[in-house]
């Protein structure tokens, strides 16, 4: 089945992407924007940047230690989307491999001297990644042979050794490939790989050990902390062991630290990471919107490690989770022309952004980028993006549960169904059933419809519904049709009291969808504001809905310093009309400040 993630137990089984096909809408736009424009945008950018030009040899060698994983990710993209340039660049990495598996355009010559930051093991998960997508969406060919030598190599020399690679990502890479192929000693490689971090057993760093999640066994650890990406890819990798080994300690660990991390260590955009100094997790509570780092790649990891957690345990909060990250962070990270993205998504932005000519050597927002000096992100959303619609649906013994409502037609066992929703704008779902068939369809109600008299309507019954699943079973005529409806108003949101940074702030969300003041040229700014809490208006503009609260601007400093005696006033300032757009859809527009929590 063409599926990123295959497990071989758990509570549900992923539809792949012969099962769901994705048709124009929020996601079947940005899915074909990413097959017809972005891939070929970050080709383009691997040749002119010669990291592609590494793998012929071409010398002096460019870009960074760790850019072979960028040709390995988008390879993995173009696996999923079938694009027609897979076989040549796949022929060209083939070339650069050694006789024994080992490949890594950086370190050949001086292979694994460095583990705290060489990479080489993380590049072969990538590597690996795509090999087992191009296996499950073509068979065996050039590409998966490289990824099969590669992972005996890593078998053949780490198996019995103490050390690992300073960024995880080979320990899911390693259980994928053990799926896609049954040879156990890739699963047992990827185990030892988890039990061996935090023995410890990499060196020290000036970030601290906890950066690569070396500083206690995975087992032991209360929350998610370090690089984000880093600490979010472990976790992937250690669910998949949990559930090929049926290690259900190891599964309840990574559940806990993910509770730990969603009730304190989350942006209100599902973003994960508050610190740039060292792309990492704050400390509880510490998520200040202007700092926050929340990078793409952080919020892919993130959708990832909900998918599995999904599909391991059932548990449909992380759907919810999911579905907040991908409308507000992955969404966000690429424009709306698919040729730039976002490596850092903070909810707030102060200053302007100077447009950057080319390659952007910062990870800080402001405006989209063509490329980054480290451009870990446009290829993670491009392999994302390639293999999204098996994060749609999944099925149970019973039937299948839609998790991610979008435009397309979903098939397995019994039942094939098309969906038809205007979502996340508007928030009806239909789905009419396509042929006579069986079983059980359940639809998603996310949790932030809580309190909106949702309904769910088929045979000819109309119900409220609640947070979970609406569900109906079958048998089914073609032509029965089932309706929910989400209804769509935008609410006002408040962080909680321990939240130093958002104290005396608000944010509005609609749907899935948070909201963010953006102010370009001339518009107010952004700083001396304090907003109404009353129902926003509802503008729609380019398909997408906009609102509108009441706001006063410009709010007069407090007689020359900030500070009082006692708490200030109601503030002063002119009565305006404050607009909102949706977080993933601000610097479209050129320069602009920007903020999520608004002063209140
Ligand atoms: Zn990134």
Redesign the pocket.
């Given at each position: 089945m063409a599926d990123p993630v295959l497990p071989s137990s758990g509570v549900l089984s992923p539809l792949g992407l012969d099962a769901v096909r994705p048709a124009p809408g929020f996601w079947g736009d940005r899915i074909a924007l990413n097959r017809e424009v972005t891939i070929a945008h970050c080709q383009e950018w691997m040749e002119r940047e010669g990291w592609i030009g590494n793998f012929r040899g071409e010398r002096p060698r460019r870009g960074r230690e760790f850019s072979d994983s960028e040709i390995y990710k988008l390879l993995e993209a173009m696996a999923w989307a079938d694009h027609p340039a897979l076989p040549e660049l796949a022929q060209t990495v083939a070339r650069a491999q050694e006789g024994d598996g080992y490949l890594n355009t950086r370190w050949s010559g001086s292979r694994y001297t460095d583990f705290e930051w060489g990479h080489e093991l993380y590049c072969y998960g990538h590597l690996i990644q795509a090999g087992v997508a191009r296996l499950r969406t073509h068979g065996e060919d050039v590409l998966t042979e490289v990824a099969v030598r590669a992972a005996d190599h890593v078998c053949r020399r780490f198996m019995t050794t103490t050390e690992t690679c300073g960024h995880p990502e080979i320990e899911m890479a390693l259980v994928e490939l053990y799926r896609a192929t049954g040879a156990e000693r890739y699963l047992e490689m990827a185990r030892r790989f988890v039990d061996r971090r935090g023995l410890p057993a990499l060196g020290e760093i000036p970030f601290g050990r906890a950066y690569f999640q070396d500083d206690v066994p995975l087992r032991q650890a209360q929350a998610f902390r370090g690089h984000a990406?880093r600490a979010l890819y472990l976790a992937c990798g250690a669910v998949d062991v949990a559930v090929e080994t049926g290690d259900e300690d190891l599964l309840k660990a990574v559940e806990g630290q993910w509770e730990r991390t969603v009730a304190r260590r989350t942006h209100l955009t599902g973003g994960m990471g508050s610190r740039h100094a060292d792309e990492s997790f704050g400390d509880d509570y510490e998520l200040p919107p202007d700092r926050a780092y929340s990078?793409?790649?952080?919020g892919?990891a993130s959708i990832m490690l909900s998918h599995r957690l999904l599909l391991a345990t059932g548990d449909v909060r992380h759907a919810d989770l999911a579905e907040r990250t991908l409308y507000n962070v992955l969404a966000t990270g690429l424009a709306l022309d698919g040729r730039s993205f976002f490596?850092a998504n903070p909810l707030r932005v102060r200053v302007p952004a100077v447009p950057v000519e080319g390659v952007n050597h910062s990870?800080e927002g402001g405006l989209r980028s063509p490329w980054f000096a480290?451009?870990?992100?446009p290829s993670?959303i491009a392999r994302t993006l390639a293999s999204l619609p098996a994060y749609v649906a999944a099925a149970d013994r019973d039937g299948v549960r839609v998790h991610h409502h979008t435009p397309g037609e979903i098939r397995h066992g019994g039942l094939a169904l098309r969906v038809e929703t205007g979502y996340p704008w508007h928030g009806a779902v239909t789905v009419t059933v396509l042929e006579d068939g069986e079983g059980r369809i359940a639809l998603r109600v996310p949790a932030w419809a809580a309190g909106t008299e949702a309904t769910f309507a088929h045979h000819g019954v109309v119900r409220p519904v609640a947070p979970g699943y609406a569900e109906a079973d079958g048998p089914w005529r073609a032509g029965d049709e089932l309706r929910l409806e989400l209804p769509m108003r935008a609410r006002w949101t408040f962080p909680d009291r321990r939240v130093d940074a958002l104290r005396g702030t608000a944010a509005v969300e609609r749907g899935p969808l948070v909201y963010c003041a953006e102010s370009v040229a001339d518009e107010p700014p952004l700083g001396d504001l304090a907003a109404a809490v009353e129902p926003p208006r509802e503008h729609v503009v380019d398909g997408a809905v906009e609102l509108e609260v009441r706001a006063r601007l410009g709010v007069p400093d407090g007689g020359g310093w900030p500070y009082a005696a006692a708490p200030g006033e109601a503030p002063d300032g002119q009565e305006a009309a404050l607009r909102l757009v949706p977080y993933h859809r601000w610097g479209n527009r050129g320069p602009a400040t920007m903020r999520v929590w608004l002063p209140v």
């Open positions: 990406v990078e793409t790649c952080a892919i490596y990870a480290v451009s870990c992100c993670n």
